[in-house]
Structures are given as C-alpha cells and as structure tokens.
C-alpha cells in the first residue's frame, strides 16, 4: 500500500462517522389564528439521542411536538424525517412513518382496558404483535398487572405509562414525549425519567417537552429552550445544567 492509499485507509477507519439528523425543523412558522405560536425555529434531533425542549407555560413546546406530528399545519417551514419533508401529511400517516406521540394530558381511551388502548396504538401494523406488547409489559410491569382494568380507572402516573406505552406500539424510531411528569408524585417522576432511559437505551429517539427542566436535562443529550416562540438557546445538557440563565429561569434558583 502506497503511503497515500494508507493514509486514505486510515483516515477511512477512524474517521468518526456523524449520526444522522432523524428530525429536523427548518424555520418553522405555525399559528393558532391569529396567535404567532412559532416564530422561525430550528432544531434538528440525531439519531439516538435524547433532546429536551424547554419553556415557560404559553412558549409553543407542544405546538412544536403537534406540527411534528401532523396535527398542525406550518405557515411557513419544514418538518423533515429522515430527510423527507413530513409537513402536510396527515398524523395518521406520521404514525406510520414511525412517530409515537405521548400526548400532553395522556389522552388515554377512559372507557377502554388498559389491553384496548395498547390495541389503538398498533393501528399502523394489520394486527398487534405479541413481541411489542411483551416490551411494553416489561418496560411498564404495573400495565400487565392491570391490563383488564379501565384506563379511565388508572392513577395519574398509570396513565402516563399507558400512553407512553399506547405510542411505544407503533414501534416508533422517534418518540415525541410532551409533560410526562406533569402532576406526578416525585417517586412516579424519578421512575418514568428512568424508563425514559431505558427505551433510549432500547434504540428509540426522544424529543421530551418538560416543565421538569432538572430531571429533563439529567437524562437529555442536548437541549432547546423555547421563548414565546423562538428558540433562544441549544446547548449540550450538562451545559444548560450549569448556565446561570437556566438556573434562574427554569429550575427555580434565585440569583445570588
Ligand atoms: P404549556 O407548557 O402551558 O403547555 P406550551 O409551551 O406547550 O405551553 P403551546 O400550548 O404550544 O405552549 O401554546 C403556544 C401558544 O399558542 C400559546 O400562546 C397558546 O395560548 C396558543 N395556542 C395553543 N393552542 C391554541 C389553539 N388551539 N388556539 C389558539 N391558540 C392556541
């Protein structure tokens, strides 16, 4: 081998190779009549990772995770997945494209058992497979032992894990998570951010919405913050944990 053919061979080996964006938003404009919700963001998510999308009450967090998934309509921008402009396409076919939605207040079917609502969320494939209830059941022990029970019967965190659960029977390659703690007891939360951990560590990418900007940052790769509107900061975790703007703004510190 030529000293220049084994320096192309090299290079070729260890060269790190980048991961690949699963979603990204370019410019994304979307509004609620006359209400500006999104003003121009950009985000992109990489494959594998766990990005926290942080805000205030009113900043346009789950406005963003609805357009990703079909439920708005942008006014301007684009919703790509893998590389495929996604926007405009109804939610049902985003389903299908591999986006699990664990919507804000859980939104589980009250009058249906916990099996029923695990049915509704494996509507893209011809019939549910035994194998991604298994996962379900294993991930969320609490759900197989109350599998007969009405959803509507279930506690708070019951629920959150039945519609983490419900989204997980898409077999999404991404999952869309919006307030998973939102008025949960603290020992409930710390659970629900391990199993986040878990189905990350499965092979599943998170996009996580919290008002638990701590606990989201904790367990996050990277992290947006979102100002009514526009992103005004992206930063890796660890460094959004240690930024004083943060720690006033979002995790309740005073300034000294
Ligand atoms: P929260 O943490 O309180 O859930 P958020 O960051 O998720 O807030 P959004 O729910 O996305 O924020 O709302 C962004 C803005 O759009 C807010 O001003 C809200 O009042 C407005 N908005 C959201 N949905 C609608 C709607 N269906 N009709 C009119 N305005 C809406």
Redesign the pocket.
Same mark, same amino acid.
């Given at each position: 081998m030529t000293a220049a053919a084994h320096l192309a061979h090299r290079t070729a080996v260890t060269a790190p190779v980048p991961t690949p964006t699963i979603l990204e938003l370019a410019d994304l404009h979307v509004s609620? +009549?006359a209400?500006s919700?999104l003003r121009g963001i950009d985000m992109a998510v990489r494959e594998g990772e766990v990005v926290a999308l942080l805000?205030?009450?009113?900043? +346009?967090?789950?406005?963003?995770l609805?357009t990703i998934s079909g439920l708005h309509r942008p006014a301007a921008g684009a919703v790509r997945f893998c590389g495929e402009r996604i926007d405009g396409i109804p939610s049902h076919s985003v389903v299908g494209l591999g986006i699990g939605h664990s919507p804000?207040g859980r939104r589980v079917f009250a009058d249906m058992t916990v099996l029923e609502n695990l049915h509704m969320g494996a509507y893209r494939f011809k019939r549910l497979r035994q194998e991604d209830l298994e996962r379900v059941f294993a991930l969320f022990p609490r759900l197989a032992e109350r599998r007969t029970q009405q959803a509507g019967t279930l506690s708070g965190g019951e629920q959150q894990m039945l519609a983490m659960g419900r989204a997980l029977m898409g077999r999404p390659e991404l999952l869309l998570l919006?307030?998973p703690s939102m008025g949960l007891a603290p020992l409930i939360v710390a659970q629900i951010f391990e199993i986040i951990k878990e189905i990350n560590a499965q092979g599943t990418t998170v996009l996580l919405?919290e008002?638990n900007a701590a606990q989201a940052l904790r367990i996050a790769d990277r992290g947006y913050v979102?100002e009514t509107?526009r992103i005004t900061m992206h930063a890796p975790a660890h460094e959004l944990l240690d930024d004083p703007r943060i720690r006033t703004a979002y995790l309740g510190e005073t300034t000294p």
């Open positions: 609620h +009549g209400i919700a805000g205030a009450n009113g900043a +346009g967090k789950t406005t963003t609805r804000e919006d307030e919405v008002q979102l509107g």
